[in-house]
């Protein structure tokens, strides 16, 4: 059984900067490639970024392409997301999130996603 708990949310000021994390408790880390999505109440979930097994492959957001970045350690079972120059419109709800190997999650359309965590909030004020 696969766990995902993030940690990092917290308020910012646009301009500044957060790193979310994400730890992934279970078997074989590497099997799988990890996403970040947000989501605000009422609205979609949106893919923010993903990183392929390895961590040779990542992917973003037209919206965050730029200002953030994300990274894996396979030794610890640990993805990040480092989110700089916050804008207003990055105030969401994130989400770490894992495909099994063979899934589709390039494009991180979320039913390609298997396992979720709770969430970490963050909010960015103007």
């Known amino acids: 059984q696969v766990t995902l708990v993030e940690s990092g949310g917290d308020s910012a000021q646009a301009g500044e900067s957060l790193r979310l994390a994400c730890l992934f408790s279970g078997p074989d880390f590497t099997d799988y490639a990890m996403a970040w999505f947000r989501q605000n109440p009422g609205k979609q979930r949106e893919g923010v970024s993903a990183i392929s097994w390895t961590g040779e492959s990542t992917y973003y957001a037209d919206s965050v392409e730029g200002r953030f970045t994300v990274s894996r350690d396979n030794a610890k079972n640990m993805i990040y997301l480092q989110m700089n120059r916050l804008l207003p419109q990055d105030t969401a709800r994130y989400f770490c999130?894992?495909?099994?190997?063979?899934?589709?999650?390039?494009?991180?359309?979320?039913?390609?996603?298997?396992?979720w965590g709770q969430g970490t909030q963050v909010t960015v004020s103007s």
């Open positions: 999130a894992a495909a099994a190997y063979g899934r589709r999650w390039r494009g991180m359309p979320p039913d390609q996603y298997d396992y």
